[in-house]
């Protein structure tokens, strides 16, 4: 069964390609955007934060995530204990907000 939907697909795509209405799309030549954090995430979420994103509308929790991430390389490369310790601050309370967001969603999406 799966076997012959695939082959419906690569017909179909193969004919669209053939007809040529594969041209000038909207970000030909251009690599896939990553979204490798979607393998994580159940289908319902992935679409929305998909539109969400190409609206240019992000969720509280991704902005915070970048923060995170931002702040935890502040980290790394900081070279004294104080700037360490300041950076530390920090994370630990990016993390207690991605973690509120991130349930908010859950709760939102549940009900």
Excluded: C
């Excluded at 979420?45 to 190409?54: L, Y």
């Excluded at 973690?99 to 009900?111: E, P, Q």
């Amino acid at each position: 069964m799966a076997q012959s939907l695939d082959r419906l697909v690569e017909r179909q795509i193969q004919k669209a390609l053939a007809e040529g209405k594969l041209q000038e799309l909207e970000g030909e030549g251009k690599p896939l955007p990553d979204r490798a954090g979607e393998a994580f995430t159940d289908l319902a979420t992935a679409v929305a934060v998909r539109i969400m994103a190409e609206a240019g509308v992000l969720p509280e929790e991704f902005k915070i995530k970048k923060l995170l991430d931002a702040a935890k390389q502040n980290y790394r490369d900081a070279e004294t204990a104080e700037t360490k310790h300041l950076a530390m601050a920090l994370i630990a309370d990016l993390e207690q907000r991605y973690n509120i967001a991130v349930d908010a969603r859950r709760r939102f999406m549940s009900s």
